[in-house]
């Protein structure tokens, strides 16, 4: 049987590393939410700085807001606030603003009508959302290197959106041969999108860094650990017999047998009896690797029938390819194959 390594760990079932790598993406997940909705963006320029003391008075403000949408082509009105100065956030901006404003520059800059809605933003929002979800989805599965990519892929093109759809579509607009009417203009990206844009970062880095960390600290603080191909440790007395004795098939008082793979050897196991699999001292049948919990899982045997458990280990029990549930019995068949963690045994009936 081929050893295939589970390459996704639940949250609930993961290592002290993996379940603080999960929590952090969870937190960055939130700030890049929060990214989306708080002040993103705007444009500023000559025209609203001399309008900045209307911008006290709400009439006053509502007034040049009617006369800035009266001067502008049908259909692109909307953009008169942006156009005013007004703060955006990425998400009102992609739903709301992003496909008048490219109808605008579209009208300006060539004078033609636009063929094409605003569907652009909503792809753009629909996969922002895809990468926050996705972000979640993997972290709840541990894996949080696929997380962190995830949080790289929203915070690049939210970077993007103000670099690409926002800052150059804007320039385009406000763009002139004539050095007598150009305008001194900036786009601002406010303080607050960059903290919360480098919050989640932050958090999704110092989760990675503890899901490797933690995770080699629980493995060099470990009873029984080898590096370097040394397996010491892996042949202390457990009660095993070599396969090729006579003793290897299942003995008249034995309900069945676990032969490791990986060794050869085999664990007999008596009928009527309760075992448990673990490299704790207190494990009825110890297996020294560094993967396996002490008390990992048990065998219980009543009239020839052998039911498996585990005993919520961390890495896991599988009985084949299909991982069990922590506490819930299954029933053993011969010729099944029970993995601990990464340790392979043929259960023998």
Known sequence: MENKQKFAVFFSNASKGRRWGAV????????????????????????????????????????????????????????????????????????????????????????????????????????????????????????????????????????????????????????TEDPDLALTVSYPIHIALIITLAAAAILQIVGLVLHYSLQDMEMDNDEYNWSNGETEGRDLETGLVDEDE???????????????????????????SQVILGKGSQADIIIANPVISRMHAKIVCRSSKCMLEDMGSKNGTFLNEQQLKPGVPVVLSNGVYVTLGNEVLEFKA
């Open 24 to 175: 952090l993406s969870w937190l960055a997940a939130l700030a890049l939410v929060i990214a989306m909705v708080v002040p993103g963006f705007s444009m500023k320029s000559q025209l609203s700085d001399l309008l900045d003391p209307l911008l006290a008075d709400d009439n006053a403000y509502e007034q040049m807001i009617s006369e800035v949408s009266d001067s502008l082509p049908e259909g692109t009105e909307a953009i008169a606030p942006l156009l005013a100065g007004q703060n955006t956030s990425i998400l009102s901006y992609l739903i709301k603003y992003d496909g008048v404003v490219h109808t605008y520059e579209t009208i300006h800059n060539e004078g033609t009508e636009p063929s094409s809605g605003n569907w652009a933003g909503i792809a753009l929002f629909v996969l922002l959302i895809l990468f926050i979800v996705c972000n979640i989805i993997f972290s709840v599965c541990t894996m949080n290197l696929l997380s962190f990519l995830m949080t790289v892929g929203a915070v690049a093109e939210i970077i993007l959106i103000y670099l690409l759809r926002f800052r150059m579509v804007f320039a385009a607009i406000w763009s």
């Open 246 to 272: 006579p003793t290897a098939a299942v003995p008249e008082a034995a309900a069945a047998v676990l032969v490791q793979l990986n060794t050869g050897k085999t664990f007999s196991i008596r009928n009527n």
